[in-house]
């Protein structure tokens, strides 16, 4: 009877346990739909110059919200794993319930970002307020790459110690930097290029393409940790805090590229070694 009643205490401790990490989880999502509502409101409006008396069009303060919010939710997102691993709760459950929220906070919410920006840039040109919705549909490509990308790691056993393709949280964090590049920085040609269409079109295919893709990228994932296999990452992490001392907000999509080089060059290194 004593037996029966531990196992019972046992099973009850071990199924609260596995409740901890996705409270962390939906704490992801809840800052994923968070960045949503603030990248949607209050919208954009325009003003006119006092000097020149041309018609500006002015991006919502919101919009950088949406990037904190999303940075909320990838330090959620990564303390989610954590939590799994240290109290030994990760479940099927809770893999899914991951890929659901990464979805929505590093897909959808920066896609969105990517729709407003869009519609931000043509509205520079006359009667661009009114763009038909076929030139601004194209930013929601990112979510659906995204939820690709997540549906085919689920299934795929292969990604235990690398990933095929960027993970979506890297994509999001990317797109997520650009609102606090527009709004800190004093890069006079970042700016520009955030106020360019083209630009967003070009960051649409090529995020896009990186998520799907089965490129070999490093994750942070071994089955014996050594300073060789440590190293790419020690240079990434030097890139990061350099560049992020001297560029500022501009230090993400310069980490980003740099981590996208490394993991194919570190990769590739290996494969023919």
């Known amino acids: 009877m004593m037996q029966q009643t531990n196992n019972k205490v046992q099973s009850v401790n071990g199924g609260l346990l596995s409740v901890v ?17 603030a990248v949607l409101q209050p919208g954009l409006t325009t003003t006119v110059d006092a000097e ?3 018609q500006l069009v002015v991006v919502p303060e919101n919009w950088y919200w949406a990037s904190v919010f999303i940075g909320i939710a990838a330090v959620i997102d990564f303390l989610d794993g954590f939590v799994a691993r240290l109290l030994k709760a990760s479940s ?3 893999a899914q319930l991951d890929s659901l929220a990464d979805v929505v906070s590093f897909g ?9 920006f869009l519609r931000w840039s ?4 006359e009667d661009g307020l009114d ?3 076929l030139w601004l549909l194209p930013a929601f490509i990112i979510p659906c790459a995204g939820a690709y990308r997540l549906g085919r790691f689920n299934i795929d056993a292969e990604q235990s110690y690398g990933f095929k393709g960027v993970p979506i949280p ?8 650009f609102p606090l590049i527009y709004w800190y920085s004093d890069n006079a040609t970042a700016i520009k290029m955030l106020s360019n269409e083209w630009f967003w079109y070009a960051v649409i295919v090529i995020v896009s393409y990186l998520m799907v893709s089965t490129l070999p990228m490093l994750a942070l994932k071994f089955k014996n940790a050594s ?29 980003f590229i740099a981590y996208v080089i490394i993991s194919l060059v570190y990769k590739q290194k290996n494969h023919d070694l």
């Open 21 to 37: 990490p996705n409270l962390f989880t939906l704490l992801n999502l809840l800052f994923g739909c968070m960045a949503i509502v």
């Open 52 to 54: 020149t008396g041309l």
């Open 92 to 94: 099927a459950l809770g």
């Open 108 to 116: 959808v919410a920066p896609g969105m970002i990517v729709y407003q």
């Open 122 to 125: 043509w509205a520079q040109h």
């Open 131 to 133: 763009v038909s919705m």
């Open 170 to 177: 890297a994509a999001g964090l990317l797109i997520a930097s």
């Open 227 to 255: 300073v060789k296999k440590l190293m790419p990452f020690i240079i990434l992490a030097i890139i990061a805090v350099v560049t992020g001392i001297l560029l500022g907000w501009l230090a993400v999509p310069v980490t």
